[in-house]
């Protein structure tokens, strides 16, 4: 029997009863009731009852393939007939896990040779900071364990995941979170530059001292890691000014601390290149990726270490007393190996830097002229476009959070999955969208603008 011959009505009353769904007011759903998912095929999706739907957010900024990759469950039956399950933390090894760590290492920037596996982007970013403390504990400098961060970052849901992001929505459930964590503010120039800071490269500059200030009133000598994501995706897609990732990583070096970069949106081709860190030109010491990784089609997440840390706890920590039953898993593993193949056999990331990228953020910015739209952001195939009351002068929707749901859902009611985070309307679609296909996104998203005027206006 078929999702759809029971009938949505019956989905959406087992749902209310008994699935609780993350980040989301759950109440409120079930009084209006989930919508029901039933297939996807390329960037698209159907519902249970025969809509289609544009999928702009490639599923939560994960399926960059787009859906219906049979290579892909290809890849998963041969290795589910072959060996489902092992663990590597015993003396043992698989080749799916060594073959995709190989990979990992063949497009990563610099020397982060040595991969780390881990189901999710949270367990990715936990084993991260949990390395780079390490890390200095075996350098013998174990004062060093303050990281910094970014408010309005976000590095997921588990504890070290909620404690390093910035959102302070999600702290509202209070301490203690973990300890010896700052942030500092983000590099959004659009929402946050004052009057006098007109020039985009000068601002970046100063946001990113802002780290070298926070540094030197912790002490260096106190300081493990700072941590960012190259473009803040769940933030609402704060792309840095081109000044500022360069002069984190020059604050970093000089105060010896290790430089985090959060590739877990950003990393497989987002951007136009393997990880949004190329993009910026920067090269970290530690990159945490997942999503991507297998395209979203199965759980999996991995740190990349660079040789100087790697070393010092391979060769100096003895056992590195973390992992999960999941490390490496064989059918992801198989998966995201494929997924890789699949990306730099076809080209896809060159033709997000040369082509289709390109014509997205042209096509997107024709926005621009819409009453509501102050500014869109972005490169690559992930942008961010702000929804204001007033272009000239600036002014934002003093109630932004509402006004970008009510344009969310006239997006899904329209047939476009476009993320509203505050009054920012967010964008991701499949790295493989057409350019048929972006007209189509962007001429749904002029309408839903253009019905949210209407309900705001
Ligand atoms: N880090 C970043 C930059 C993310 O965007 C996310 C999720 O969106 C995470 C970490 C957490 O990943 P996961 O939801 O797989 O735990």
């Known amino acids: 029997m078929t999702v759809v011959d029971r009938g949505t009505a019956h989905w959406q009353k087992l749902d209310a009863d008994h699935h609780w769904h993350p980040f989301t007011n759950t109440k409120a759903l079930n009084q209006k009731g989930a919508r029901v998912i039933v297939r996807g095929e390329g960037v698209y999706l159907w519902d249970s009852e025969g809509n289609r739907i544009l999928d702009g957010m490639a599923g939560l900024w994960c399926v960059n393939l787009g859906y219906g990759r049979t290579e892909l469950a290809e890849a998963a039956a041969a290795q589910f007939a ?30 982060l040779n040595h991969v780390f596996f881990a189901s999710s982007g949270s367990e990715a970013v936990d084993t991260a900071l949990r390395m ?47 300890p010896d964590i700052a942030h500092i503010a983000q590099p959004y120039w659009y929402g946050e530059a004052d009057a006098a800071e007109t020039d985009p490269e000068a601002f970046g500059l100063a946001r990113a001292r802002l780290l070298e200030a926070k540094i030197l009133e912790l002490g260096a000598e106190n300081v493990a890691a700072f941590i960012g994501e ?27 601390v290790l430089l985090i970069a959060d ?7 987002r951007t136009g290149s393997w990880f949004g860190s190329q993009t910026f030109g920067i090269t970290p010491d530690i990159m945490t990726m997942a999503k991507g990784l297998s395209s979203g089609y199965l759980p999996i997440s991995a740190v990349a270490v660079g040789n100087r840390v790697a070393d010092e706890l391979i060769n100096g920590g003895g056992e590195f007393t973390h992992g999960f039953t999941y490390s490496g898993h064989p059918v992801s593993a198989a998966v995201a190996k494929r997924t890789i193949e699949i990306l730099r056999d076809e080209k896809i990331i060159e033709r997000v830097h040369d082509d289709i990228g390109p014509y997205f953020q042209e096509r997107l910015r024709t926005l621009e002229d819409h009453p509501l739209v102050g500014k869109v952001d972005g490169v690559g195939l992930i942008a961010g476009i702000a929804l204001v009351a007033s272009k000239s002068p600036k002014r934002f929707f003093e109630k932004g959070d509402e006004v970008g749901l009510i344009c969310r859902d006239h997006c899904f009611a329209e047939g476009l999955v476009m993320r509203a985070v505050g009054s920012r309307m967010v964008c ?11 007209d189509e996104l962007v001429r749904l998203a002029r309408r839903c603008f253009d019905l949210t005027l209407r309900d705001v206006g």
């Open 428 to 438: 991701a679609p499949p790295l493989i969208i057409s350019r048929d296909e972006v």
């Open 82 to 111: 072959t060996l489902p399950f092992y663990n590597t933390f015993f003396q043992t090894t698989h080749t799916p896990a060594v073959e995709l760590a190989h990979l990992i290492a063949s497009v990563t920037p610099g020397d």
């Open 263 to 269: 590739e877990v949106i950003c990393g497989f081709g």
């Open 132 to 178: 780079a403390r390490a890390y200095w504990v075996v350098a013998g400098k174990p004062s060093k364990t303050w990281v910094i961060g970014r408010k309005n970052a976000y590095h997921g849901s588990t504890l070290a995941g909620a404690s390093l992001s910035g959102m302070s929505g999600m702290w509202k459930y209070g301490a203690p979170l973990v």
């Open 230 to 256: 190259p473009i803040q995706g769940a933030g609402g897609v704060i792309v840095p000014p081109a000044s500022y990732w360069p002069e984190i990583e020059r604050i970093c070096r000089k105060y010896d």
